[in-house]
């Protein structure tokens, strides 16, 4: 297989650079590179991106939020592969780019429960997997991984929509399954945080069961 692949060199999707390939032939080592922690000043109640946040002041919506990374073409194209366009081997190589941070986080936090925004029976049908859980099986073991929450209404893409209809669209979209998470430390996933309308939709959610403490953890804002 090396030997073919080094005949015919994939394209990468970003940088048109042709290379050799081994798990995956969408992106090369190069941009892949370019994914990598970022230590920046973000409200780790909410996410803003302003250091002191009012709005935090008056209600917290996380216990504390973390984020891996500023948003950038390198981490979208990364994720818009994995999750719209469906190459599902890409859950391995953002695993590898975020587990250290993830699990180290959760380490110190001591969290109980891992979940993560759900998607509604339909999209899930069409896709195949949630794309978010498929992250979180190649970093954690399934015990610490709970469906929390589920969706229950089809929605609109949020990228394609303003921040009011970002509002509106999501509005009864989410519902508790139920599941018992009283008194406990729960950490809600998601991949990309714009508004982060999706990630405080789902919080008020969780919220409900009671837990001890809600903690959020996003990818790229």
Known sequence: MSFLNALFPAKCVICHNLFIFEHQNLFCDK?????????????????????NCQICLKKRVFYRLQIFKNNDRYITDLIFHFKIKGYKNLSTVISEKIQDDLIDFVKKENIEIITYVPLDKTTLKKR???????ILKKIFPTYLIWEVVEKVKKTELQMDLSRDQRLKNLKGAFRSKNIDIKGKKVLIFDDIMTTGSTMKEVCSVVKKGKPDRVYGYVIAR
């Open 31 to 51: 941009c892949l590179s370019m994914i990598k922690k970022e230590y920046v000043e973000y409200c780790s109640g909410c996410g803003s991106k302003i250091k």
């Open 128 to 134: 195949g997997f949630n794309h978010l859980e498929e």
